[in-house]
């Protein structure tokens, strides 16, 4: 299958700074890649779509000036989690799809973040 | 209704027997259907991937779509301890051009 990595996996970080995630199709050109949020014990909770080159769409109740979504190549999207809060702590994944509509997600490992 | 129904378990079966897994999605231009294994603190890694009505087998895993019903299976033959994990069903709906996750099925495989 597709890999997909994500860095850093884990991070902590003081209440108030910046905290981006890079996510990278390594042999794959990912047309699509996706954000979810998971907290503990809960289901996955899509947070945006991005496209290569456009602007990401994000989910309803997912605020985009807090969460940056950058997809600049078919192979690197980022999530920056700005001005960073203990609520935001969470389990990020990202995903990425190389194909058209309806096509595989592939899952990255997910990075563990904690605000203290 | 949720789009996309699962059991949440737990599903308790013994080493060696089969184990199954169930899924039911509300929307009819659904087309694509996923299923993800998630072990407890890992991401979800993809098991299968079904499009088509009838049966997808690899290796211990089967995959069973049946569009009339709205319903989506993975059986586990041969279960093993190392299964026990929270099983995802996908389904891509093109209408919203939106994947949708169920909740998960937790499977806990009994040695």
């Known amino acids: 299958g597709a890999v997909v990595s994500q860095h850093p996996s884990r991070v902590i970080c003081k209440s108030g700074t910046s905290v981006k995630i890079e996510c990278r199709s390594l042999?794959?050109?990912?047309?699509?890649m996706f954000w979810y949020r998971q907290f503990p014990k809960q289901s996955l909770m899509l947070m945006a779509t991005?496209?290569?080159?456009?602007?990401?769409?994000?989910e309803q109740g997912v605020e985009k000036d807090k969460f940056l979504i950058n997809h600049a190549s078919l192979t690197l999207s980022t999530l920056t989690v700005t001005s960073a809060h203990p609520e935001d702590s969470s389990f990020y994944i990202c995903?990425?799809?190389?194909?058209?509509?309806?096509?595989?997600?592939?899952f990255g490992p997910g990075t563990r973040l904690l605000v203290l | 209704q949720k789009e996309v129904e699962q059991n949440s378990g737990p599903l308790s079966v013994p080493e060696g027997a089969i184990a199954s897994l169930n899924c039911t999605y509300s929307?009819?231009?659904?087309?694509?259907f996923f299923w993800y294994r998630q072990y407890s603190g890992k991401s979800p890694e993809l098991i299968m991937s079904?499009?088509?009505?009838g049966d997808k087998e690899d290796g211990r895993f089967t995959a069973q779509l049946n569009k009339a019903s709205q319903y989506v299976s993975l059986l586990i033959r041969d279960s093993q301890p190392s299964d026990s994990a929270t099983y995802l069903c996908?389904?891509?709906?093109?209408?919203?051009?939106?994947?949708?996750f169920g909740t998960g099925t937790r499977l806990k495989v009994l040695a």
């Open positions: 995903s990425a799809r190389g194909g058209g509509a309806g096509e595989t997600q592939y």
């Open positions: 042999d794959f050109q990912a047309t699509t």
């Open positions: 991005s496209n290569e080159g456009s602007k990401a769409t994000y």
């Open positions: 929307d009819r231009v659904s087309q694509s």
């Open positions: 079904i499009y088509s009505n």
């Open positions: 996908a389904v891509y709906n093109s209408g919203t051009y939106k994947y949708i």
